[in-house]
């Protein structure tokens, strides 16, 4: 199966989860799985800049990213976060590593560059990636992607997977959260209809990073992602039952109408974010 396992930036704060992710990662990338991980960390960013005397601004949940914030990024994301976690993996006996995305400025309110270095994912190296695969390496993406440019830019977590996963055409989509999954109340979600977010989200059972997910769950279902899932990263050995055939441990979102063809990612996760 070849499958996008987004990991939350809260996940990355204990080591212990850390370790815990990489060794299912690594039993995953051993049973044959084609697996590409893309990693957040809002939170670990959001106090290095405040360390660094940044101020965050945010606009619809994007961080506005001037170009001292981009670079911070790039230290945070690119290499603090990257690398411990591509580490942990390498440590736990499977080889780690990959950057091979491409980017653009994203618009809002059609004024390209009005969030800064922020964008949106153009194409991924998919050559590139298979090649890892092949030699039983796991790619492990930062949210970042190069432009046209050649500056980088920032890129939502939750959106880069989903297009990356529509890109690679991949399997399934497995977001994994600092909660159990799409929760109502204490109540854990099982399943989520894609016509049933804007209802989530309108009687705010869901906020926050979680609509982010929702949104982005829904898009590459449109683009032909087989299934998506959002799990519990802290609970043992939750990321293998999320990977298997059976019944999902989090939220399992559905489509709203079974996917025809493939679209492409740009169409699906440009502009319109």
């Given amino acids: 199966m070849r499958m996008v396992i987004k990991i939350a930036g809260a996940l990355l704060e204990r080591d212990e989860d850390v370790h815990s992710l990489a060794r299912q990662i690594t ?101 590139f990636l298979r090649s890892l695969w092949r030699e039983g390496i796991v790619p492990v993406a930062s949210c970042m992607g190069l432009g046209a440019d050649g500056e980088l830019y920032n890129i939502n977590a939750d959106h880069m997977a989903a297009a990356a996963a529509e890109f690679i055409q991949a399997d399934r989509l497995i977001f994994m959260t600092d909660v159990a999954g799409v929760l109502d109340g204490e ?54 039952a999320a990977a298997s055939q059976g019944r999902c441990p989090g939220t399992r979102v559905l489509p709203v109408i079974r996917p025809g063809s493939r679209t492409r990612a740009r169409a699906a996760h440009g502009a319109a974010q």
């Fill in 27 to 127: 039993e995953l990338a051993r049973a044959g799985h084609e697996i590409l991980v893309v990693h957040g960390g809002g939170r670990i960013f959001t106090a290095t800049l405040a360390r660094m005397g940044i101020e965050s601004r945010f606009v619809s949940g994007l961080r506005v990213t001037d170009r001292e914030t981009r670079d911070a990024a790039i230290m945070v994301f690119a290499g603090l976060l990257n690398k411990k976690l591509a580490g942990a993996i390498s440590l736990a006996g499977q080889p780690a590593d990959a950057a091979c995305f491409l980017a653009e400025p994203m618009q809002v309110e059609e004024t390209e560059g009005g969030l800064g270095f922020v964008g949106y994912l153009t194409e991924v190296n998919v050559d």
């Fill in 187 to 240: 109540k854990v979600l099982r399943a989520v209809r894609g016509t049933e977010i804007e209802d989530l989200i309108r009687r705010h059972k869901v906020s926050g990073g979680m609509i982010l997910k929702l949104e982005a769950a829904k898009r590459a279902l449109a683009g032909g992602v087989a299934e998506v899932r959002i799990v519990g990263g802290t609970q043992p050995r939750a990321l293998l």
